[in-house]
């Protein structure tokens, strides 16, 4: 198999959407984003790669709070309308039903996990920050656990392929992570 060398460009990724949400002047506003990851686990901490200018960024800057709303593939069309349109001229406070946990940020009902978050840090990069939040409280749709855990198939989750910003589902289940390798021949 031959590599075809693609230059400095972001790799072809499949990375699980998230909806960013805060509170701007007492209304809940959200984003979707693609690049997110954990932090830590202990304390548990995240990490969320935003646009340097975005309303949602402006809320959790004045709460110090946030949510991270897991969207299933159900929720396709409102998530990916929040990201088409700006919270700068368009209200979306009700695009999704929400509550608020303890820190008072707004949460998804109908996201099957979200995280409520308060903002430890903002990492500024040239064109990008990344956001950083201590979790406070993780909410789970009870029917998408399995013996306390979330399934991931359960939770079908959005997905979002770097390579021509297309939307996917999640695939079949391979195998145990830290597991199935000890088959793999040793090459001692």
């Known amino acids: 198999m031959n590599k075809v060398k693609l230059g400095a460009a972001v790799p072809p990724m499949s990375l699980p959407v998230c909806l960013l949400g805060s509170n701007v002047n007492d209304k809940p ?64 406070s009700k695009v999704f039903e929400t509550f608020s946990g303890e820190t008072g940020a707004p949460i998804i009902s109908d ?12 990492i500024e990069f040239e064109g990008t920050d990344l956001i950083v939040g201590r979790v406070v409280n993780v909410y789970a749709d009870d029917e998408i656990l399995e013996q306390g855990k979330a399934d991931a198939l359960k939770m079908n989750p959005l997905m979002y392929f770097t390579c021509g910003s297309i939307y996917y589902s999640l695939g079949e289940k391979v195998g145990k992570a830290f597991k199935i390798g000890k088959e793999f021949p040793s090459h001692e």
Do not use: H
């Open 111 to 122: 996201c099957p996990v979200t995280a409520e978050c308060r903002l430890e840090k903002i």
């Open 29 to 92: 506003t959200f984003c979707p984003i693609a690049w997110s990851t954990i932090i830590d686990d202990e304390p548990p901490m995240i990490g969320l790669v935003t646009a340097k200018k975005r309303y949602t960024k402006d809320g959790i800057i004045q709460t110090e709070t946030f949510s991270v709303n897991i969207p299933d593939i159900k929720m396709a069309e409102p998530t990916d309308y929040c990201g088409i349109v700006s919270g700068y001229d368009t209200d979306k």
